[in-house]
């Protein structure tokens, strides 16, 4: 890193005297960082996301930005977080849903409930772990899968030696990216209501397991969802343990926690990428990944450079937020994995229903796509849903955006992910 000792004098006699003269402004923004690297910044504890036209963003306040400044940074606002909320969407936190409509991990656990009562033949919720907070006795939640099949003999078990192909998507591994589990809501009451009326949906059903895991960081959820109208900024799980920080910057980020090349990220504890104190430390991540091995089998060779055969069956996507984006692994190194071609062309199948760009992760290591391609050998992408700015972009869009943009063109690429499990390399 690069400091201008003229600028960081200076920008330390500013804060000194704007700190003298008024509090600073809490309201976290965007922050657009030109000639910043992200790895640099995360290292330092800045919460970082990629930028437009290549540059890195800084999510905080004021204080965030003087901080930049005083390392010689010329952050420049680009974007509010927090969006309007409309009328009379503000005040219900703790009953059903926050910030406008989005639903409470309470609302979620019912929603997988209900959908299993009203769809018996199609449908079965299976507990598949626990979170950081109740492995402490700290309250915390049941981890929720939902199946969705034509239920024959055989179906929906945890055995990946399954008669159907398998689909599965997770959501709001990161607590914060509020649309993502709203997707997932999405995707389950449409295959759901959809069979026996809509022939697309039917002829998956009949032939294919969907499985759901709407809220993988139930514990995160919940702190976000404490700030109801003002939602908190909680990126990581709930994990506490020996930590300084303040609220929300306490956790391990459990897309950066998986056992496959883990180790690279972040290894500052109030960091928004900290991966850590060990390979799998955190619940969430060891129900997840024993999760995904009962669903698939072991299908790629152990060498890095082992391709997965085209009889590979199986799809997973991880939902995120945000960038419009579909991004294959590998996030662990830049390198083409050996499946890249393949990946690739069925990722551009799907992008030609939402307009995403299609483009590898790269210098992400622990993530949850690199595991079940890289361990399991099944085809995996993270979806980053909504724009950089606007009131449908970044982390916190308006609640209306879901309906009006990101189902739309989200529900065509996750049916042809659905209908790409049963071959999705040989397609």
Partial sequence: MKVRAGLLTAALLLLGTNAMAAPPDSTPFYWQVPGADERTLQDAGFDVEHGVDGGVQVVGDTRVAGRLTALGYQPKKFDTVYKPVPPGRSGDIGVQTFYGGYHTVAEHEKHLTDVAAAYPALTQVFDIGDSWRKTRGLGGHDIKAICITKKQAGDCTLSPDSPKPRFAMIAQLHARE?????????????????????????????????????????????????????????????????????????????????????????????????????????????????????????????????????????????????????????????????????????????????????????????????????????????????????????????????????????KGAFLTAAKAAKAPYAS
């Fill in 178 to 410: 509020l649309a993502t589990g709203e997707l997932a809501w999405r995707w389950i009451d449409h295959v759901t209501r959809g069979y026996g009326t809509d022939a697309e949906v039917t002829s998956i059903l009949d032939t294919t397991e969907l499985w759901v895991v709407p809220i993988v960081n139930p514990d995160g959820v919940d702190i976000v969802a404490s700030g109801g109208s003002r939602p908190l900024m909680q990126r990581k799980n709930a994990n506490n343990t020996g930590a300084s920080c303040s609220v929300p910057s306490y956790g391990v980020d459990l897309n950066r926690n998986s056992t496959f090349k883990w180790g690279g990220a972040g290894t500052n504890r109030c960091g928004e990428t900290y991966q850590g104190t060990a390979a799998g430390s955190e619940p969430e991540t060891r129900a997840l990944e024993a999760w995904f091995r009962q669903l698939f089998p072991d299908q790629r060779g152990p060498g890095d450079t082992d391709p997965a055969p085209l009889t590979t069956k199986g799809v997973m996507i991880t939902i995120h937020s945000y960038g419009n984006l579909i991004m294959p692994p590998w996030g662990w190194t830049w390198n083409a994995n050996p499946n890249a071609a393949q990946l690739a062309a069925l990722g551009k199948k799907m992008a030609a229903f939402n307009g995403y760009t299609v483009v590898a992760e790269g210098d992400t290591t622990g993530t949850t796509d690199d595991f079940t391609y890289g361990t399991l050998g099944i085809a995996s992408y993270t979806f980053e849903i909504g724009s950089s700015s606007g009131s449908c972009g970044g982390f916190f869009p308006q609640y209306s955006c879901v309906d009006s943009l990101f189902w739309p063109r989200n």
